[in-house]
Nanobody
Framework: QVQLVESGGDLVQPGGSLRLSCSAS????????MGWYRQAPGKQRELVAG???????NYADSVKGRFAISRDNAKNTVYLRMNSLKPEDTAVYYC???????????WGQGTQVTVSS
């Protein structure tokens, strides 16, 4: 019943753009901080971008100025707009929800982003 479902991953050329979406169900979305993480082969999962229930955002240095996280509480959805994509952005991108008080966490199944010519 508690579920995060990512969508929007694709194969894209360097310099291209994608928008990832994460739709949440089974939680009170507005009181969860949301984040996007990614994991490339052979590397640890890393935080890409996060947004609090109050709209405060943070980004990994590697994506600052290129990616933007946003949320639509009415739609129970968080987005990650990715511009100027680079091959090193290639990874499985995961959506994460964290309750602002209890810190309960929920993970999505991931969506593949591949940046290649």
């Amino acid at each position: 019943q508690v579920q995060l479902v990512e969508s929007g991953g694709d194969l894209v050329q360097p310099g291209g753009s994608l928008r990832l979406s994460c739709s949440a169900s089974g939680i009170i979305f507005s009181i969860y901080a949301m984040g996007w993480y990614r994991q490339a082969p052979g590397k640890q999962r890393e935080l890409v971008a996060g947004i609090s229930g109050g709209g405060v955002t943070n980004y990994a240095d590697s994506v600052k100025g290129r990616f933007a996280i946003s949320r639509d509480n009415a739609k129970n959805t968080v987005y990650l707009r990715m511009n100027s994509l680079k091959p090193e952005d290639t990874a499985v991108y995961y959506c994460n929800a964290r309750h602002s008080v209890t810190r309960r966490t929920v993970w999505g199944q991931g969506t593949q982003v591949t940046v290649s010519s």
